[in-house]
């Protein structure tokens, strides 16, 4: 298998305070890797797909201005959710591509005060 | 457009019951296929995939067939055990290896 870390896995904030949340492959590198967010007793959605070296790509009603995806290295994507409110409050979930399978991490929980 | 379908729950089984969870999926092309699966506290776990028409998926006495002919992959156990109680998501990938999610079905299997 393969190991995908988050870091950290709760975080609580006050309104209009930024947030930034890292994924990282332990076992292996990974060019690719996505945000997806979960909302409670709610599905997985994807937020974005985070590209080592260059821009990441948001699906659409994302905004790319609030949710800032940096994937500066092999092993690593951060998410940053800025300005954040109550109503960015979830679960934030990433994954990377292993060998054509797909790993998670275990997710980071966000409270927004 | 890129989507999938999953029955929802909550779902409610006794020990030994036979269970079924269906999924439909939309999409152009040819997807692969997964059920994940989360048990309560812990992150999305690999339960099972198919990668083309026919491919049976199986894994911890859980099943799955992807059916081209009706868009299909629902899942089955023979047998559920109180261990089985879980979320499950049916899930397609695209080329691209971008996820889409089912709603998820909670199951609570009861001794």
């Known amino acids: 298998g393969a190991v995908v870390s988050q870091h950290p896995s709760w975080v609580i904030c006050k309104s209009g305070t930024s947030v930034k949340i890292e994924c990282r492959s332990l076992d292996f590198q990974a060019t690719t890797m996505f945000w997806y967010r979960q909302f409670p007793k709610q599905s997985l959605m994807l937020m974005a797909t985070?590209?080592?070296?260059?821009?990441?790509?948001?699906e659409q009603g994302v905004e790319k201005d609030k949710f800032l995806i940096n994937h500066a290295s092999l092993t690593l994507s951060t998410l940053t959710v800025t300005s954040a409110h109550p109503e960015d409050s979830s679960f934030y979930i990433c994954?990377?591509?292993?060998?054509?399978?797909?790993?998670f991490g275990p997710g980071t929980r966000l409270t927004v005060l | 457009g890129n989507s999938v379908t999953q029955m929802e729950g909550p779902v409610t089984l006794s020990e030994e019951a036979f269970l079924t969870i269906n999924c439909t999926y939309t999409?152009?092309?040819?997807?692969?296929l997964f059920w994940y699966v989360q048990y309560p506290g812990e992150g999305l776990q690999l339960l099972l995939k198919a990668t083309k028409a026919d491919d049976k998926g199986s894994n911890k006495g859980f099943e799955a067939t992807y059916r081209k002919e009706t868009t299909s992959f629902h899942l089955e156990k023979g047998s559920v055990q109180v261990s089985d109680s879980a979320v499950y998501f049916c899930?397609?990938?695209?080329?691209?290896?971008?996820?889409?999610f089912g709603t998820g079905t909670s199951l609570t299997v009861i001794p």
């Open positions: 985070s590209n080592e070296g260059s821009k990441a790509t948001y």
């Open positions: 994954s990377a591509t292993k060998n054509n399978e797909q790993f």
């Open positions: 899930a397609r990938s695209n080329t691209g290896n971008q996820f889409y």
């Open positions: 999409a152009t092309g040819y997807p692969s």
